[in-house]
């Protein structure tokens, strides 16, 4: 993938150059950092991207995700390194990887395969670009893009990826080019042969891939729009590539009877699969309570939990907690007294009147002489009705009570404690509202234009239903024939 490759230099430091072993080519590379640098620095990357972008929870589809990206590896030259793979939650049609083993697809490439081999095709060319190390064989670079649009753009080809820090002062460099993508097609190739798949799945992909190209240039057309390049997996290969065919034969043929496409299971495991926009992502971190009628949103990545007699949200890393807990509110009591009383305090420190969503409250922090180990460091209390909600910001882990620490863990109690507002319907997003992808059987009658009438996908419902049945631009599903729909 073109973008990939900028993408993927972003991430390096260059550090002393050093003549290593290349396991997949089988000649000593001239390469930029050593393999523990290398994992390491995917890692680093791997936990800004977790961060920052939506992932596909489902753990059956994830299992299987990684099932067929385990075997894939295991058959490739690099199988000691410790493989990851990941669901991205966004409807763009792309899968990358990053340095040292961490290797994501995006639920939206997923709607568009036929098969376990097909998205084993999809792994396995990303697999090879970790096993050649591509990464870390560039050798031309240039300044000026920043992590943040790198995993952007890695994501989903826009800058849609959330703030994430500065992780390494490089820039995007020069794409892989065609030669290290054919070079990971033959590994990828070779690594399907060597797991059971059949290679001509490789094929199989880019065709798919093409007619979603085709099909975006003749919408851009109709709607007088500039078309957008595609730069996806796959995206150097034009639709009849003879040197990738090339690559793909030379891989091995594989006996009729042994060749893994596994259409039926593929069929089993992504039925159900978000289509589209996944309206759910409208409530990340968001928190929604239907009884108590109250809405919050948590730091990103938190995990939230309704406990008996508190709502808590934690850091992944536990080193941080907002609690929340209601009781009644006690007559006309001023909010800044209601907090004081809560807590036994006879003065807070940087107290401040809230006033949002036309909800009245206090917050502030308890004073270092009155403040005892298991006190919170921020609280707060706000006015809901005949309620008064306490929340309450603690940092846990003693290794960040540096001052900067806690500062930054202050500002994201008030983040929290100022988004909290009344519940709106907007905010309850209902099974009914989430299009999924679906298998049923096509009859005598079936037409793609028929089914494209009752579906709610869109001004072009018919091509898109071509597309994801591979049916683009013309043809009808047989009879008996498994086809995918959208409800």
């Known amino acids: 993938m073109k973008f990939i490759e900028r993408a993927f230099a972003s991430a390096i430091l260059i550090l002393s150059t050093g003549c290593a072993f290349n396991p997949a080519t089988n000649k000593p590379d001239l390469v930029l950092m050593s393999e523990d640098k290398e994992i390491s620095i995917g890692k680093e990357m791997h936990e800004k991207l977790i961060e920052s972008t939506p992932i596909y929870k489902d753990p059956v589809l994830t299992a299987y995700v990684n099932h067929v990206g385990q075997k894939v590896a295991a058959a490739s030259d690099r199988p000691d390194i410790k493989y990851q793979f990941t669901i991205i939650d966004s409807q763009d049609i792309n899968a990358f ?18 098969s376990e081999a097909e998205m084993a095709a999809v792994l396995a060319h990303e697999i090879g670009h970790i096993t050649a190390r591509h990464a870390v064989r560039q050798k031309t670079a240039a300044t000026g893009a920043s992590v943040v649009s790198v995993l952007s753009v890695l994501v989903t080809g826009s800058g849609v990826v959330g703030d994430v820090a500065n992780l390494y002062s490089t820039a995007a460099v020069k794409g892989y080019g065609r030669e290290m993508e054919l070079e990971a097609d033959r590994f990828g190739a070779q690594y399907m042969f060597n797991a059971g798949y059949d290679p001509q799945a490789m094929i199989n992909v880019i ?162 002489l009155e403040k005892e180990d298991a006190d919170p460091d921020r609280i707060a209390v706000i006015f809901y009705g005949s309620r008064q909600f306490v929340l309450q910001g603690k940092v846990t882990n003693d290794e960040d009570s540096d001052p900067e620490a806690i500062d930054k863990y202050d500002n994201l109690f008030l983040t929290s404690i100022r988004s909290f507002r009344p519940l709106r319907q907007t905010d309850i997003v209902e099974e009914k509202d989430i299009k999924r992808l679906r298998y049923v059987q096509a009859n005598e009658k079936t037409t793609f234009a028929s089914l494209a009438k009752h579906m709610e996908i869109g001004e072009y419902a018919e091509e898109q239903l071509r597309l994801l049945n591979g049916y683009y631009p013309r043809g009808e599903p047989k009879p008996g024939e498994w086809i995918k729909i959208v409800q």
């Open 97 to 114: 990887a990053l340095p040292g083993g961490y290797i994501y697809i995006n639920r939206g490439l997923l709607t568009y395969l036929h």
């Open 207 to 368: 065709g798919l891939l093409k007619d979603q190209e085709t099909f975006a240039r003749r919408r851009a057309r109709i709607e007088g729009k500039k078309p957008q390049t595609y730069h996806g997996v796959f995206a150097s290969h034009p639709r009849n590539d003879l040197r990738l065919q090339e690559v793909v034969n030379a891989a091995g043929q594989l006996p009729e009877d042994n060749k893994e496409t596994k259409v039926e299971y593929y069929r089993e495991k992504t039925d159900g699969l978000v289509y589209g926009q996944n309206t759910q992502q409208s409530t990340k971190n968001r928190y929604n309570h239907k009884r108590l009628g109250f809405s919050l949103l948590f730091p990103d990545g938190w995990l939230v939990e309704n406990q008996r007699s508190a709502i808590v949200g934690s850091a992944p890393d536990k080193s941080a907690q907002i609690t929340i807990t209601v009781t009644q509110r006690d007559g006309n009591q001023p909010a800044d007294m209601a907090l004081r009383s809560e807590f036994d305090l006879r003065q807070l420190e940087k107290g401040e009147k809230l006033n949002q969503y036309r909800l009245e409250g206090h917050t502030g922090k308890i004073p270092p």
